[in-house]
């Protein structure tokens, strides 16, 4: 079983810069694709980032390249979602999702972080 644990969240003005955390348990994390998803009131989840286990591959939405930056750091069971340039529209709660076979639709969860950009 893996948990998932998001941190880092809060109210940045536009503009401004934030970086989330999510921190594994369990011993397979290197074996993990790892994403990060966001939320917005009304909407639906999206896929924000993705990397796979030996971070050779990211993907990013289009809303959100040369802005977001994904990692990790397999020793430390951590992925990070470094965000800059924040704007409005880049408000909601962030998740993070885990899967062994990818990041599309992941079967771990985290309890989500909220994020806010405020104009």
């Known amino acids: 079983q893996v948990q998932l644990v998001e941190s880092g969240g809060g109210l940045v003005e536009v503009g401004g810069s934030l970086r989330l955390s999510c921190k594994a348990s369990?011993?397979?994390?290197?074996?993990?694709?790892m994403g990060w998803y966001r939320q917005a009131p009304g909407n639906q989840r999206e896929l924000v980032a993705g990397?796979?286990?030996?971070?050779?591959?990211?993907n990013y939405a289009d809303s959100v390249k040369g802005r977001f930056t994904i990692s990790r750091d397999n020793a430390k069971k951590t992925v990070y979602l470094q965000m800059a340039s924040l704007k409005p529209e880049d408000t909601a709660v962030y998740y993070c999702?885990?899967?062994?076979?990818?990041?599309?639709?992941?079967?771990?969860w985290g309890q989500g972080t909220r994020v806010t950009v405020s104009s």
């Open positions: 369990g011993s397979i994390f290197s074996f993990l694709y």
């Open positions: 990397i796979n286990r030996d971070t050779t591959t990211t």
């Open positions: 999702g885990a899967g062994t076979l990818g990041y599309f639709n992941p079967p771990y």
